[in-house]
């Protein structure tokens, strides 16, 4: 009798264990957002992943001699774990001098903002708590001239960065040489302006912010366009919501 209980006790404890061993650790991050990204990315290339702050992991792409991320920054936390703020109210957008975030038109879906990311004004950018995860960082003026530079220079380079077909990008863009060689992968995910707080662009341009100040006022940036190939560079309010891409250290 005592060694049926025995054997009981082993057969219960055994159970136990091995549904213990299955369940899932209630205290580990749930990111809803990975694997959900509908980027269409270039099959030929090798993709590596980085993840930041909020558990977001991304794929990431050699270009030359820099690492870049192939996919659109979607944390909602600085380094440090502080919040960003989600603004939604316009007027309060627009006279904003502190880092904040949205997303474009305010949508929520989980594939929208898994394929788009997040639009963040340069002060969140280049907020001292960091952005980016340890390891990466906001690309530098000279890092995107670098980037343009290996692949044949900004009149050829949008090109080489922006996503083929037209699953995102406006259908014109097929006859702007949109090959995605580089495996960079950029999406037109618009832009939010720093007066009325409006929303504009999506599905025809994609904006990246770089870490280069011009005055308390402009910033520089990297737009691509469905209509060129060409990757143009220019000064922006600092307030505008644009999408940001990461480059490792």
Request: charge should be negative; charged fraction near 20%.
């Amino acid at each position: 009798m005592m060694k049926k209980i025995i054997k009981i006790s082993v057969l219960v404890l055994f159970v136990i264990l091995v549904i213990n061993g299955c369940k899932k650790d209630d205290n580990s991050p749930i990111n809803p957002y990975n694997g959900k990204t509908t980027a269409v990315f270039n099959t030929s290339k090798i993709y590596s992943t980085m993840t930041d702050q909020d558990g977001n992991v991304y794929k990431t792409v050699i270009i030359g001699t820099q690492t870049w991320m192939a996919e659109n920054l979607r944390t909602t936390k600085y380094r440090d774990s502080s919040a960003i703020p989600n603004i939604t109210d316009n007027t309060v957008w627009g006279n904003l001098t502190t880092g904040a975030y949205c997303t474009y038109d305010y949508i929520l879906g989980v594939a929208f903002i898994a394929t788009h990311g997040r639009l963040y004004n340069w002060y969140a950018a280049t907020d001292s708590r960091n952005i980016a995860p340890a390891g990466w960082h906001v690309p530098t003026d000279a890092e995107w001239k670098t980037l343009t530079t290996q692949l044949g220079g900004e009149s050829v380079a949008g090109g080489e960065m922006k996503e083929t077909g037209t699953t995102h990008w406006e259908g014109f863009t097929l006859y702007y040489g949109a090959t995605n060689a580089s495996g960079f992968t950029a999406l037109p995910s618009g832009l939010r302006d720093s007066f009325y707080g409006d929303f504009d662009c999506f599905g025809f341009y994609g904006y990246y912010w770089s870490s280069t100040t011009i005055d308390s006022t402009y910033a520089w940036l990297r737009e691509v366009y469905y209509g060129e190939a060409t990757v143009e560079s220019y000064e922006l309010y600092k307030a505008v919501g644009l999408a940001v891409r990461l480059v490792k250290d």
